[in-house]
């Protein structure tokens, strides 16, 4: 069943007249129904009245002398009522003392008599009980029983002649409104039809012709002003049409150009990568020259973690430059050129060409923030590699033969053995404290102390490394102690077990699964070559520790020895 909504206009007029004269009639005859019972009612209930009345006069002597018979041949007059269906005359003890009924099978009155009034029973019946009165004294009582046949016979007459009238009226009511609806509903039509045919055609310049001066003629003005704003809308998107094509062919110039400087980036990119595989070979050479083990071993170790970032760095440029969405462009350009002769009308009305605009501008925005992350990573390429020319040149600077005593800046070597482990550090997030004194230069072994020091710190970014601490911190001081040169490497990493204080200097005892036990060896070995020693201290595990190396401090001017990098 359809909804009501979605009927025709002319179908709701004539539901809505057929409704309203409907509802109106049936009411008008439902209170003329509801008037006309009443009235019956009461017309019955005065003649019964009536009737009871001269039947409890003529009944005065019967109940004085005691004479049922004469009383009851009074009742029998009822049969001249066809609606009487019982009667009953009551002494003044309230006996029943005289009985009328119509034919057998009737319900009596009540044994007894009720107050004077009537009733509706139930059942259809009205029952009347007057009070019979001689000399102004009540000497008995009669009750009249009647049927409602014909209240009932009266109302289906009524309900009869209301079907024929609301009928009668709902058929002209139909007529009339068929009749006359359509002053209504067809100029709503002919605009509707007018709506169908501008959309299908798509022709802005019909019209509608006002028919009337009410509400329907104002929609009809306002309606021609709607198309007539439409047709200059129209206009101007054929105008933007023209400008947004020519801004297409300048956008798409300007992507040429901004791929033409990408590629010239990814040019760069190349020879950095280049220069970094001939610097990684010259690192490798410089290690292999140096002839220390340890020094070479921790240099190779803080270069691969360079070159671990290095290499991070061209593969999130080269993941860029894969992802790169110049392709993108050169799809929209491949899409335009398949439509230069109708560019206008595909720009404008295909679904695909109403997005190019929206596609070029998030190129624009893509290529632009690719050029810049690779600008971004092509700088921090070139920074690691600057920071492994710096690793190699601290690391040549220290390649001489051992055994040679000069004069060596203590601060600088400091400074060279922390930048030799300073990618180690900012991997593990190690904060470092320097605490230097002010010191001149002494009179030491370079090549041995660079070796300490490079060692103590590689151990400390171990303990710090395998420590759940978030505040991992390496402290380094240096200070003068009399003729004596204090520098301590204290940490709070995983620190060490107390029995394994005396022996952490021992030839090949270590607690690293990977240890072999040489380094702290031979750097309390070379400690003691050059007139010093090496000590530790720690409260216990994860307690953190303190190296300490003790140096003869000799600050007299010599003659600083040179050695080939």
Not at 34 to 42: A, L
Not at 373 to 381: G, H, P, Y
Not at 442 to 464: F, G, M, P, S, Y
Not at 510 to 525: I, R, V
Request: net charge negative; hydrophobic share 40%.
């Amino acid at each position: 069943m359809h909804r009501i909504a979605d009927l025709s206009i002319n179908a709701k007029l004539k539901l809505l007249v057929l409704l309203a004269s409907g509802s109106a009639l049936a009411l008008s005859c439902l209170a003329f129904v509801i008037n006309d019972v009443r009235m019956i009612r009461s017309s019955t209930i005065a003649q019964l009245s009536a009737l009871a009345s001269v039947l409890g006069s003529n009944s005065t002597a019967a109940l004085t002398f005691d004479d049922p018979a004469t009383a009851g041949e009074l009742l029998k007059a009822l049969s001249l009522q066809p609606s009487i269906e019982s009667a009953c005359i009551y002494d003044q003890a309230g006996k029943p003392f005289a009985l009328y009924k119509s034919r057998a099978g009737i319900a009596a009155p009540p044994l007894r008599p009720s107050q004077s009034g009537s009733e509706f029973s139930t059942r259809g019946f009205l029952d009347l009980w007057e009070p019979i009165i001689h000399q102004g004294e009540q000497v008995g009582t009669i009750c009249v029983r009647s049927n409602m046949e014909e209240l009932h016979a009266q109302l289906l007459r009524y309900a009869q002649i209301t079907i024929l009238v609301l009928f009668a009226s709902l058929v002209a009511a139909f007529l009339l409104s068929s009749r006359w609806q359509a002053t209504i509903s067809q100029p709503i039509l002919d605009l509707a039809e007018t709506a169908e045919r501008i959309s299908a055609e798509r022709d802005y310049s019909i019209r509608v012709t006002r028919t009337a001066n009410d509400e329907l003629g104002t929609l009809y003005d306002q309606f021609n002003a709607m198309l007539e704003e439409i047709r200059a809308g129209e206009k101007a998107l054929h105008e933007a049409h023209a400008e947004l094509e020519q801004k297409v062919i300048d956008r798409t110039q300007e992507l040429s150009t901004a791929n033409a400087e990408l590629s010239r980036e990814i040019a760069e990119r190349r020879r950095a990568e280049k220069a970094l595989e001939s610097t990684h070979q010259q690192l490798v050479d410089a290690a292999r020259r140096a002839g220390m083990a340890e020094i070479a071993t921790g240099v190779l170790h803080n270069v691969g973690n360079v070159l671990n970032s290095v290499n991070v760095s061209a593969s999130l440029v080269n993941e860029r430059m894969r992802r790169s969405k110049g392709n993108q462009l050169t799809r929209m350009v491949q899409l335009l050129e398949q439509h230069a002769h109708d560019l206008g009308d595909f720009v404008t009305h295909d679904t695909k060409g109403k997005q190019v605009p929206a596609v070029l501008k998030l190129i624009d925005q893509h290529l632009a923030e690719e050029r810049a992350d690779v600008s971004k990573e092509l700088e921090n390429l070139l920074g690691k590699v600057e920071h492994i020319k710096t690793i190699v040149a601290t690391q040549q600077s220290y390649a001489c033969v051992s055994g040679v005593v000069e004069n060596v800046g203590v601060l600088d070597a400091l400074d060279d053995a922390l930048r030799l482990n300073s990618s180690a550090f900012d991997r593990h997030h190690i904060e470092v404290i320097r605490n230097y004194d002010e010191l001149q230069p002494a009179r030491l072994d370079k090549q041995k102390l660079l070796q300490i020091l490079v060692n103590l710190l590689k151990n400390a970014k171990e303990a710090l490394a395998a420590s759940p601490k978030s505040d991992r911190r390496l402290a380094l001081s240096a200070s003068r102690s009399g003729s004596r040169l204090i520098i301590t490497v204290r940490d709070n990493g995983v620190g060490i077990a107390r029995e394994n204080l005396t022996r952490i200097f021992s030839h090949g005892f270590t607690t690293k699964p990977k240890g072999h036990g040489f380094g702290l060896h031979g750097c309390a070995n070379a400690a003691t070559e050059m007139g010093g020693s090496l000590t530790v201290e720690s409260e216990g595990v994860g307690k953190g520790a303190t190296f300490t190396l003790d140096l003869p401090y000799m600050p007299q001017p010599a003659t600083i020895a040179s050695c080939d990098a």
